[in-house]
């Protein structure tokens, strides 16, 4: 009596995981690609996230430029695309000049990697972290607080996006 029990918890867990877990009945992405465009020029290497609001179920999509600022974004694996809603756009990249902060830590050793004191110094200071990794792109873009970036994901629909950066 306890096996079935435990036999049918079980099960009844799994299916709720499955559920949970963009399966079967869960917001199905569609396909979104694009182009970073900044002072009409390719943006490469830049982060783009798709805020999802409300009606895109508050999922977020995201992915990087290429070469030619060509994008294609990613839900639940990879290329995917966004669930369809309306979205606010962040777009940042860091300073090509800017060198990989050395933050690792050693849990064996307890060494921390040369930058870690700096980096934990500027994020509890909030503004001087990004002394440490500086943008290329207008900070308004950064954040879904300061960008005035929005688009709209439509199924049924090719959603391709040129976004043009001031």
Do not use: W
């Amino acid at each position: 009596m306890i096996r079935k029990s435990f036999s049918i918890a079980a099960l009844a867990g799994m299916l709720a995981l499955s559920v949970g877990c963009g399966g079967d009945g869960g917001p199905v992405p569609v396909p979104v690609t694009g182009q970073v465009l900044y002072q009409g020029k390719p943006v490469e290497d830049a982060r783009i996230t798709f805020h999802g609001r409300t009606d895109a179920g508050g999922r977020s999509a995201s992915g990087k430029t290429d070469g030619q600022g060509n994008f294609s974004l990613t839900t639940f694996k990879s290329g995917d695309g966004a669930v369809p809603g309306d979205y606010t756009i962040s777009i940042s990249k860091t300073a090509e000049s800017a060198k990989p902060l050395d933050t690792a830590v050693d849990p064996d050793s307890g060494e921390y990697g040369a930058d870690y004191g700096a980096m934990m110094a500027a994020a509890a200071s909030g503004p001087a972290l990004k002394k440490l990794q500086p943008g290329v792109l207008p900070e308004k873009y950064n954040s879904p607080a300061t960008t005035d970036l929005q688009r709209s994901v439509v199924a049924d629909q090719k959603n391709e996006f040129t976004i043009e950066l001031e």
